[in-house]
């Protein structure tokens, strides 16, 4: 399968090569820019490029959105309940264009494309977000459970009738007690060897599954996650198939809650799950990774208990990867409303006395919109790239097969990790800003905001929270991927980073090498912060790396002298958990850039090229203003250099205003998900 | 009136007494703190602090919420419309209780307390917010415009009936082409002297009023904002009395439309609303500011058409106070669970590896909460002090009347409009944190943070949309509430400021006196920023002073030199725009800063007053910190002492960590109105 577009799985980006950078305008003073001709772009040249290999798949996704726009509709006039029976059909008839099952093997009925299946999922999220959630729960999370964790008998008598939705099933992970920590859960599944059965039990309330789509109505099967009893021994979470349903009717031991109205999703049937001594057969294990023999053997090709765990949940990173996706599409459709009444809504005069003024044309609403826009494009390209590694890794041997890349899998799901925090936390905050920008108007439903707010709001903390992904990405830069990280808890990796050298912790992190170079591409060797172009690619990545690896170095003396000094290494864990956190995040903001740098030094010559380079600069840029306090703190920003940044985004925004419309036509989100007839296609404003 | 406790209307606040500084914990580096004594918070004294003296009023709404408790129930469970019956009979009961009638003359039924009626408002926002939008339009936006822009024949004729609630009405101003600039409204109210009535009419589809709260259903009258014309001479915005519905039919010539779903309020009946040639008469003028004789003379008291347009709407800023208000009091409930629930809800070993740690015990979970609750704090007092100027304005003279005090006014429209911005961003910002800060259990609608994502969300956009609403504060800045005010929009101000000189337009501000003394006030002379105390009050005073009057200064110099060089005094608005906001957002959280530690100081020494030093030093250095890259660039603070301040803040949150119950119990939101049975009733997380 050709990748060819995505740099390698390695974490060593090449730098950009000098000629990339001369298409970009001269970091002249503002506003001089002599020689600066404005790049007209070519809206489906450009769409192209943001949909890549897969334009086919999602332009099939496009056309069976705009079939069923009427979802979204239904969404506001339905009851919750004819809601969710209608999104289940929606579902169904998805299913049966083949959309929803590109990632399940052929003889399955499957598309046996795994990267086809995230653009599938990526771009199901311009429309009713129930549809995708309830695609998501349906195929990602108990197909791919089905799929990753099972063996071929699972395969052989699950994966058709789930690919065609024909059997609908649930993911009985989460527990009312238990969300992020999923080692902790509480949920029993003992075997008995007399009957060679598993017995799965819920001991009290706080273990009851809690939060599970398809459960309250449509699931009749459910892959559940429970310590595994053989023998009073415990072995850890394992998943279980357990049926919970038959012609509608609730199994016997099996109590099924609804979880009520929910802020937004109330498409998908959330409920929770009790069970009370239920007898699954032996075969229900979900065996890829551990076995119970008939007569109560526990075998397991990995004999570490938490490398077995963190290798099962490992297989089911696609799940995070499709949220970030679908975060980041979300936030496209907010962007297009926004984007396209700013350019036809006017209010108050401004430069002229006899006509108010575009709203696009107003300085501070360039800035609130022009950077989120940028750096929605710099997350799809970053997000490409994240699919890209998925559809590699999970295109090759599995995790106990010969030839597997353990180190791979570890750096796919960290990345996984960072992009969805950075992807979910961008669509909340991006439909939140182009509500306002809309005004009242906004507030309406007929308009997306209010769905898309009410949706996507748990984006944020499903999945795993995002500040919980981060630390899981902090622990993995901090202890290089270690083979003991496994093993690594939060007092764990206290301990285990303050047994070595802050130096040893540096050194083996990949954005070492990368900052290393730095003085052999920037002009003026130790003061290239000083003397680059704040234009120069090589400059923005030198800063955001710079900044990575101050960070990661910051955590690990920190947590050293904190263990150093005798406290106890779980409350130096969390005096320091700002900074673990914020170490995560430069380290996949960096990620997210090379991605936008690299797709753009990628392109040919052209309009095409300085319009993405206008937007690459303008996400760099943004993205270190952000920091810029810490920048200055640390040494490598100067306060005239700072506020030189802080004119050129301002001269960027103004550069980038003609092309705002047609930057976001390039998303192409299909006119039935934008709605909002008197945003849109309703001459409002003075001189209607 | 005794306003005893909040500052004077003049812009000039005292500085705060030495001792009240050793109140403060010792500026030792952290985590020394010799001889610190862990403060106990009395929760009912500060909830007495935070009541302030209208305790009572605050009591009563209280009782009625709690009362009425079902009715956030009934908002998931009944259709539209049936809860838009509820919700207007839960107003008229609370009317009966005298609750909602407050700021209106004894005579009518009414409290005659201005005061007392912005608390019973603000406190209402505990609960359901469609019934706080419904009285705020019923009480605040239609009756207010009676009371304020009527004259002794329309409070006769009106008010005792809108006081009860027997009569309904809505205040139609806004229209689809026009939201914030209000001036430029389409629709026009003819006078006809043979008949001697004025003709409504609606002129065009851009102009039909939009989003009316009240008028899709209940309301019988509307007040209606129109450009008045008599005899071909245009006089510009006026306010009538229209009967628009009459035992529930439309009367002729209105035509009303439903406004359909919300995101959120679906409680309060939006509609639209044309005009087809109504004839009302001319005693329908709500004539305090101007009048038509019967023969078609217009006569106003103000002869500049700017000047009367502002002046009428300036007698409606209660608005604004409230809208701010009420954002304040909806974070307070969001607040409370996400701090309650962090003290109990256990989650991942970290310092013991029998039991998971209390969230709140988490260091990123301290940083997310604990900043939000002390600026909720500072806004509150903020918003008491904006409150009380509001009384005693509005006790006092009208704007016509002898000893009619313009300037007081002016600087009260200005401080509420950016009280209002401030407190409904951090609204936006807190809810969606606390949310956040719940997981998945927050996204259930039986927790509060649905509806109150859902219902505030409209907050920062009306009663004027908060960047406008800043830019209002910023002209006012520039132009020291001058004169001219009234004619100048923002070409006028850009001309305006554009012709004096910058050191003029500096010299002129209030807080150009308070940075004035600020080497009086601290040790160390010029270099006051580098030798003071970061727990010095004046100190922090001091750094948000200098940033306000920086700012000020930079606006007018870049308004200047823009001119000066022969640009478009529009263009070179909208290039600076993003500068004016951030002048007016540093101007108004220096007084929010102010308000905070002037309550503090006032407080008799003890444990409250430590506790709410430590808070307040948590939102002054949180607000330095957030802005510190500013500070830097300007050379007030080196990176050494930015990242002390950082550290502060940590230091800070740990020793309020303990308080952060009591904190949030002391806003006194009943427990009726947290519902969250599972996040704070239940024995969730490990040990349960």
């Given at each position: 399968m050709a990748t060819d577009q995505v740099p390698p799985i390695a974490d060593e980006m090449p730098t950009v090569e000098p000629e990339a950078a001369t298409a970009h305008v001269d970091d002249a003073d503002v506003p001089a820019d002599k020689g600066y001709r404005q790049p007209e772009v070519d809206v489906d040249a450009l769409r192209a490029v943001l949909d890549g290999r897969y334009r086919e798949v999602r332009d099939l996704v496009r056309a069976n959105l705009a079939e069923h726009a009427q979802v979204l509709l239904d969404e506001e006039q339905m009851s919750t309940a004819d809601f969710r029976e209608r999104v289940k059909d929606v579902v169904v008839m998805m299913a049966a264009t083949g959309q929803t099952g590109m990632g399940f093997p052929e003889e399955y009925g499957?598309?046996?494309?795994i990267g086809a299946s995230i653009a599938a999922f990526e771009t199901l999220a311009f429309g009713d977000l129930s549809v995708l959630v309830k695609v998501g729960v349906q195929f990602g999370l108990f197909g791919g459970a089905i799929l990753q964790l099972g063996t071929k008998t699972h395969h052989d008598a699950y994966l058709a009738d789930l690919v065609s939705g024909r059997t609908m099933g649930c993911f009985a992970m989460t527990e009312s007690g238990h969300g992020s920590n999923v080692q902790a859960l509480g949920t029993v599944a003992t075997y008995d060897t007399a009957s060679q059965e598993f017995v799965i039990t819920t001991p009290d309330d706080v273990s009851r599954k809690d939060y599970?789509?398809?459960?309250?109505?449509?699931?009749?099967l459910a892959v559940v996650f429970a310590q595994l009893e053989v023998g009073e021994q415990r072995h850890g979470v394992h998943a279980f198939v357990v049926p919970i349903r038959e012609d509608g009717r609730v199994l016997d031991g099996v109590r099924i809650e609804d979880c009520g109205p929910?802020?937004?999703?109330?498409g998908v049937d959330n409920g929770r799950l009790w069970f009370d001594g239920v007898r699954v057969p032996r075969t229900a294990l979900l065996n890829q990774f551990a076995e119970v023999t008939p007569e109560g053997r526990y075998l397991s090709p990995i004999d570490n208990p938490n490398k077995r765990f963190f290798t099962m949940l490992g297989t089911l990173v696609q799940g995070r990867v499709c949220v970030g996706g679908a975060g980041i599409n979300a936030a496209k459709v907010a962007l297009t409303i926004a984007t396209r009444y700013a350019e036809r809504r006017r209010q108050f005069e401004a430069v002229s006395p006899d006509e108010e003024q575009v709203l696009l044309d107003y300085g501070m609403h360039q800035r609130r919109l022009l950077p989120l826009i940028a750096r929605t494009y710099a997350l799809h390209f970053a997000q490409e790239v994240v699919a890209a590694q998925l559809h590699d890794v999970f295109s090759g041997p599995g995790p106990t097969d010969e030839g597997a890349d353990e180190h791979a899998r570890r750096m796919l799901e960290s990345r996984a990790a960072g992009t969805k925090a950075l992807g979910t936390w961008h669509a909340t905050r991006t439909i939140q800003e182009c509500r306002e920008a809309c005004g009242?108007?906004?507030?309406?439903?007929?308009?997306r905001f209010a769905a898309l707010k009410a949706d996507t709001d748990v984006f944020t903390t499903f999945e795993g929270d995002n500040h919980v992904l981060l630390q899981l990405v902090a622990k993995g830069l901090l202890t290089d991927y270690a083979g003991e990280f496994e093993d690594l808890d939060q007092l764990g990796m206290a301990r285990f980073v303050a047994g070595i050298a802050v130096e040893t912790v540096v050194e083996r992190t990949a954005v070492h090498k990368l900052v290393q170079s730095v003085r052999d591409l920037l002009p003026g060797g130790d003061h290239w912060d000083q003397e680059a172009g704040l234009l120069d690619p090589n400059y923005q990545l030198a800063m955001l790396r710079f900044r990575e690896e101050h960070m990661i170095g910051g955590v690990a003396r920190r947590l050293k002298r904190g263990v150093d000094q005798g406290m106890d290494p779980g409350a130096v864990f969390s005096r320091v958990q700002d900074h673990v956190i914020a170490a995560a995040r430069a380290h996949t903001e960096r990620l997210v850039l090379e991605a936008f740098v690299q797709k753009a030094a990628a392109l040919p010559d052209g309009d095409l090229k300085v319009a993405l380079n206008l937007l690459c600069d303008l996400h760099a840029l943004t993205t270190i203003e952000a920091d810029r306090a810490w920048f200055m703190e640390h040494g490598r920003l100067s306060s005239a250099r700072s506020k030189a940044i802080s004119r050129e985004v301002n001269a960027l925004c103004r550069k980038i205003r003609p092309l705002a419309v047609d930057l976001v036509d390039a998303f192409g989100v299909p006119e039935e998900m934008l709605r909002s007839p008197e945003l849109l296609g309703w001459p409002i404003g003075q001189d209607a």
């Open positions: 499957g598309g046996g494309d599970i789509g398809n459960a309250a109505t449509h699931a009749e929910k802020m937004g999703l109330n009242g108007a906004g507030y309406l439903s007929e308009n």
